[in-house]
């Protein structure tokens, strides 16, 4: 990072130009903007504090044409995030974007899990924090200028920079991208979904989105058909709609969900589903340009304020990973059956279970209660014990288990093939990836299992009569994760769990603090994972020593934040 | 019936004979270089190799036939997966800066496996099949190859024996080669109806409308059911396989039926009384009633195991693979017979190359009859290969296959001429 400099200001300022990279050849978008290059844009705003990389000085291109007036760039309450933002902004503007969008996606994310998407609890949550973060999300009040908050267009410039902002960060992964694009898309979704039609139909046109209806014979002979494939057409409906044919690609979660009729292809899609394939496009122009981003992510990790922050901002999203435990060794393998009971969530109890009764589990469970072995502190060489004493029981001798079984534990705690030391699944991932099929134990409880077996197991448990038709209820409701929580307080006798669940090694923690009269486990004072969190939080504080101190608080703002989140 | 004239401790020496003189090696290139409509198609193919003891080799790559024949005749491996077409060469795949090095097309591939079926068939379990519970294999191809031709427009799909308990399919059309994962898992969620563990017992729920898919499916289904899981299977004889059925039902009807199944034992009447119970409630219930359907369908639709299709890296058995258990060759299935194909029947690595000893007392006398010149052409010896597998049952397996490829090369010719006719305009 030699060369690297940093001119000094009382405010200082990011010039965004330099930072987004991304090729603007779309045809569809308004082309006063000229391909911003690294570097590019730089030397107007003489004025302002800026950063500059030695060498590479002034190297890009030197003309550019700046018609960016606010009311042509943000002429919609919802974006498709086309060209990048190119003006300065202070620093600290810069982190309060980031933090505050990160913290929307969060509750975009939450509230995807707790609540079916767009009903009316969800978007009534979502509204209020939008209000509470002044993100737009309405455009009826475009020229109505608040009297308190910021107005409309300030509003669509935070959406807009916090967005790109949030690229930065979450390009280096396909395990952060493919977080930030679901987020990003459930976040469209629930702002296109709550325009008028004609709102709609004019974003599209804007955007150049436009699609080819079938013609009205078509339409008569594949009637029946249409109507059978999509929900809420009816023969009558049916004549007033347009249906647009589209290559089944454009539209896969209609593929996916079964709601549309397919023919050689083409998937024939109602107008009202049109937010799919608009979906679709958004989804796909975010995956390339966070593929481009990522490529260009050198130049802007070099700038030392911004690395530490685009890297905290990346680890938020996860909350606590439960990876790294000191505790490890130090729960024997004796301990395991009583924790089972004790302590164990159901998904995680229902694993052991089977495992001790078959002496097998398939893939999507070893990986679900392996993981979560390993984050409770089974070491490698207890692992390979444990899964291996329990293997050659069933129809698996020592030689096949060594040769086909103890490679895959291996890999799990990182030590066969490209090393990656997992960490153990989140609720999130167990209730919402590879489901359970034939012959699997795996996946949650409240989630993939049918309620009467829920009910029956529930009573095996001894759950009360009251408390399973309570967890019955949440589960209907979609709340599987309060379903556990309900599941922890009443199989721990406490009123009120203080915590809100999201991962089965925090409910083996939690369940270890109340059943130790307050304590953690018997040998731990503090949860790993925090003085994980503190420790890398006081790292990047000793490699941002010159940066400004606002950045270190605001990590320490981050921190607090996902670890109540 | 059962492969008990193969022995699997004679695999190593068979294995060298097989791939020195039947392994269809200009037909397997054939497939897999596509025409060379694009450049290093086939040397960026995965291959991987399972040797003797279960050594796993992955990253196996060719550049010729010749090399791919020469390799696979030295290693003479027990088992072959094929994997996805890469951005590179993957016996290099070391050579390139981690994250460069990524899998780029592979055909859509559907695996359907018989241990998926466990809790619905009672003559076998786990790796056993027999000729009854093959007929769930016969529905399941009926239903996803009209499903990947009418709805998703697909043409070249080549089905394959996997050799023990189950069939492939490898859907080879360009645009299915070239499907995103997230494409792949949407074809795939697209095609599934079946879902849930062990911890589910009512499989499937239809809602109304009924999809066209569902109905398709369903005509293919009620065909095979009355024979297949009424007879068949009898699952409406014994009394834990009826109690499982009626475990699909309404509560209030299961209690009738109940009632009704003790004066009545024949099954096809015990399932017209199911039937008779749905009409009853479809016609004054608001919502859809379907549970005879969803009965049918959780006994009888195809699974498939999603995560094989969803991935393009994933790796599948490949055909005229030898299964190293039941020494049976995997080999393409003409759908044309589908009714009729014996998993049985098929030849194991032991009985083609019986045959062709066997045979080749009687050739000797042939020979003298046939004309000599031929003989002494220099590509005597590919023509010998050839004739090697005409001589035995493995024929008309790698005849089928090359009528598929016949098919497929139509594609990549207009492929190529168009490029052609790109190239003479610049």
């Known amino acids: 990072m030699s060369g690297c400099t940093v001119l000094q200001n009382e405010r200082p300022h990011m010039t965004l130009g330099i930072l987004f990279r991304v090729p603007l050849k779309r045809h569809h978008l308004p082309a006063f903007v000229e391909q911003p290059t690294l570097f590019g844009g730089t030397e107007r705003k003489r004025d302002h504090c800026r950063l500059q990389t030695g060498t590479m000085q002034f190297s890009g291109r030197k003309r550019r044409i700046i018609t960016n007036s606010q009311t042509e760039v943000y002429g919609h309450t919802v974006q498709f995030y086309g060209q990048p933002p190119l003006e300065n902004i202070s620093l600290s503007e810069f982190e309060t974007f980031a933090v505050e969008r990160l913290k929307l996606l969060k509750t975009v994310e939450n509230l995807g899990v707790s609540h079916v998407k767009l009903s009316e609890p969800y978007t009534q949550k979502l509204e209020k924090e939008f209000k509470a973060l002044n993100f737009p999300y309405r455009p009826e009040n475009e020229d109505r200028k608040s009297q308190t908050g910021p107005s409309e267009q300030e509003k669509r410039r935070k959406d807009h920079i916090s967005h790109f902002i949030l690229r930065l960060a979450y390009c280096q992964t396909e395990d952060l991208r493919r977080w930030f694009i679901q987020q990003e898309v459930d976040l469209f979704r629930f702002r296109f979904h709550i325009l008028h039609s004609k709102q709609k139909l004019e974003l599209l046109h804007r955007n150049n989105l436009e699609y080819d209806a079938i013609s009205a014979e078509e339409k008569t002979t594949l009637r029946e058909k249409l109507i059978n494939s999509s929900y809420g057409v009816s023969g009558i409906t049916l004549e007033e709609q347009d249906f647009y044919k589209v290559p089944f690609q454009d539209a896969l979660d209609l593929v996916r969900t079964r709601k549309v009729y397919l023919k050689a292809g083409y998937a024939y899609i109602p107008h009202q589903d049109i937010v799919t394939i608009v979906l679709n496009d958004f989804r796909t122009r975010l995956s390339k340009a966070l593929a481009l981003t990522a490529r260009s992510l050198p130049a802007v990790q070099s700038d030392e304020r911004l690395q530490p922050l685009l890297n905290h901002l990346s680890h938020a999203y996860v909350g606590q990973d439960y990876s790294i435990q000191k505790n490890v060794g130090k729960i024997s393998l004796e301990q395991i059956d009583p924790l089972s009971g004790k302590s164990f969530p159901l998904c995680m109890r229902q694993l052991h279970q089977s495992l001790r009764e078959n002496h097998h589990l398939r893939h999507g469970g070893r990986m679900q209660y392996g993981l979560f072995l390993k984050g409770i502190g089974l070491s490698l060489e207890q692992a390979l014990q444990f899964w291996r004493s329990e293997f050659i029981r069933g129809k698996v001798d020592a030689d096949k288990f060594d040769k086909q079984y103890a490679y895959s534990i291996r890999h799990m705690f990182g030590k066969e093939g490209k090393r990656t030391d997992y960490t153990p699944y989140s609720c999130m991932k167990v209730i919402l990836s590879n489901a359970p099929s034939q012959g699997d134990h795996h996946g949650c409880p409240f989630r993939h299992s049918d309620p009467e077996l829920l009910k029956q197991k529930l009573q095996f448990y001894k759950v009360s009569p009251s408390g399973i038709s309570q967890i019955l209820e949440l589960v209907k409701g979609m709340h599987y994760q309060l379903a556990c929580q309900k599941y922890f307080e009443l199989t721990h006798n406490i009123e009120d769990a203080s915590f809100s669940l999201n991962h089965p090694n925090q409910y083996f923690i939690e369940s270890q603090k109340v059943l130790n009269g307050g304590k953690e486990i018997k040998r731990e004072t503090d949860t790993p994972q925090r003085s994980q969190d503190k420790s890398a939080a006081r790292g990047s504080r000793e490699a941002t020593a010159n940066a400004p101190q606002a950045l270190a608080e605001m990590t320490e703002d981050l921190d607090f934040f996902f670890q109540d989140a | ?426």
């Not at chain 2, 200009?26 to 003797?52: A, D, I, M």
């Not at chain 2, 089905?159 to 645009?175: I, K, L, M, P, T």
């Not at chain 2, 049918?296 to 258990?325: A, E, I, T, W």
């Open chain 2, 1 to 426: 019936m059962p492969s008990s004239d193969y022995d699997p401790a004679s695999l190593p020496d068979l294995l060298p004979l097989y791939y020195r003189r039947l392994f269809p090696f200009s037909q397997y290139y054939r497939w897999l270089n596509y025409g060379g409509v694009h450049k290093n198609y086939f040397q960026n193919r995965e291959f991987s190799f399972t040797l003797k003891d279960d050594i796993y080799v992955r990253y196996q790559s060719f550049s010729t036939q010749a090399d791919l024949e020469k390799e696979m005749q030295k290693m003479n491996p027990y088992k072959i997966d094929i994997g996805a077409i890469y951005s590179h060469r993957p016996n290099q795949h070391n050579t390139v800066k981690s994250g460069t090095f990524q899998a780029l097309e592979k055909e859509l591939v559907f695996d359907i496996d018989m241990t998926d079926y466990d809790d619905v068939r009672s003559c076998c379990s786990a790796a056993d099949i027999c000729s009854k519970c093959w007929t769930l294999m016969t529905i399941a191809i009926k239903i996803l190859d009209r499903a990947l031709r009418e709805d998703f427009g697909f043409q070249h799909l080549l089905w394959v024996y996997s050799g023990r308990r189950g069939v492939h399919c490898w859907v080879c059309d360009e645009a299915a080669r070239k499907l995103s994962v997230a494409a792949r898992s949407a074809v795939a969620e697209y095609l599934s109806l079946v879902k849930g563990g062990d911890e589910t017992v009512k499989k499937v729920v239809l809602n109304d409308p009924i999809h066209p898919l569902i109905r398709e499916s369903l005509t293919v289904v009620e065909h095979y059911f009355p024979r297949y899981a009424l007879q068949d299977q009898d699952i409406l004889g014994r009394k834990d396989s009826v109690n499982k059925v009626l475990g699909l039902v309404p509560e209030d009807v299961r209690k009738e039926l109940q009632q009704r199944f003790q004066n009545e034992r024949k099954p096809e009447t015990r399932w017209a009384l199911i039937e008779g119970q749905a009409e009853k409630k479809q016609a004054t219930a608001k919502k859809g009633q379907y549970f005879e359907k969803e009965i049918m369908l959780q006994y009888c639709y195809p699974r498939l195991d999603v995560n094989v299709s969803k991935g393009v890296n994933h790796l599948l058995k490949s055909p005229f693979s030898v299964h190293p258990k039941t020494g049976r060759i995997s080999v393409p299935m003409d759908l044309k017979d589908l009714d009729t194909f014996d998993p049985f029947a098929v030849p194991t690595i032991s009985m083609i190359c019986e045959e062709l000893d066997r045979s080749r007392a009687g050739e000797e006398e042939e020979k003298s009859e046939d004309t000599k010149e031929k003989e002494e052409e220099t590509a005597a010896a590919e023509k010998r290969k050839i004739r090697d597998y005409k001589r035995t049952s493995l024929a008309k397996y790698v005849k089928y296959f090359d009528q598929f490829l016949d098919g497929i090369a139509q594609s990549w010719k207009g492929e190529l001429i168009r490029k052609n006719d790109l190239k003479k305009e610049f």
